[in-house]
């Protein structure tokens, strides 16, 4: 007897799917559409990275977008990450996912190595790399959207981190981000978070960069130290 099996790649479009049609255990912030919003591609439209990345109020009017749901419980303020979702698949349940879930991307790879550029003086040659990912979705070249960068590390870091967000939100890269940037090092950068995230008003500098080390590995361990702040 001959049996046949099939992979499921994912069932994140279960568990990330708005209420009414999944478990919504992750849900995307709404500024991340305004910031999908501030720039326009090549022939004046919208990003149409927006239009894959995000479940959104406006994803109809914008795109003209029918998405598969008909239930779905949301408001006005609300939205929901499409990405690695199956909606244009769907003919069957969403713990089957044809979507493959990649664990890095090349897109990933050419910001990395332009902030790596950046950090060491080249940031005139920085700039190449982020065009690259920029290309791909119809964007004008860096220096001609933003010239106000210039050969200017800090500004190109800044502009840097929302070309990250823009290409690999719903990625999971944030965390990882924002900690190699520093940015949960002072109250003050963090503070900045919290105005568009609101979860970061819990985050206690010096602590809740990490998490703390079981209780019984420390009292099995006489050489090992208890992280900060637990």
């Excluded at 790399?129 to 960068?149: C, K, Q, S």
């Excluded at 823009?166 to 003050?188: F, H, P, T």
């Amino acid at each position: 007897m001959k049996r046949k099996m099939q992979a499921v790649s994912s069932n994140r479009s279960q568990f990330f799917a708005p209420r009414g049609i999944g478990w919504s255990d992750g849900q995307a912030r709404i500024w991340l559409v305004d910031a999908f919003k501030q720039e326009n591609n090549k022939d004046g439209k919208l990003d149409e990275r927006l239009r894959w990345t995000l479940f959104y109020p406006q994803l109809l009017a914008d795109f003209g977008d029918k998405t598969y749901g008909r239930n779905w419980e949301w408001n006005n303020n609300e939205a929901w990450f499409r990405k690695g979702s199956r909606d244009y698949y769907r003919n069957n349940e969403d713990y089957y996912n044809q979507v493959n879930y990649r664990l890095v991307r090349y897109a990933d790879i050419l910001l990395r190595y332009a902030e790596v550029l950046n950090e060491l003086g080249n940031t005139a040659q920085a700039y190449q790399y982020v065009d690259l990912v920029r290309a791909r979705a119809n964007m004008n070249a860096l220096a001609t959207a933003h010239p106000e960068i210039g050969n200017d590390h800090d500004k190109f870091l800044e502009r840097l981190k929302m070309e990250r967000v823009l290409e690999l939100c719903g990625e999971s890269v944030r965390w990882e981000d924002l900690k190699r940037w520093g940015d949960l090092n002072s109250q003050a950068s963090v503070d900045k978070i919290a105005l568009r995230d609101p979860d970061f008003k819990n985050f206690t500098v010096g602590k809740n960069h990490r998490m703390p080390i079981p209780q019984s590995d420390v009292d099995n361990n006489p050489n090992l130290e208890q992280n900060s702040g637990y």
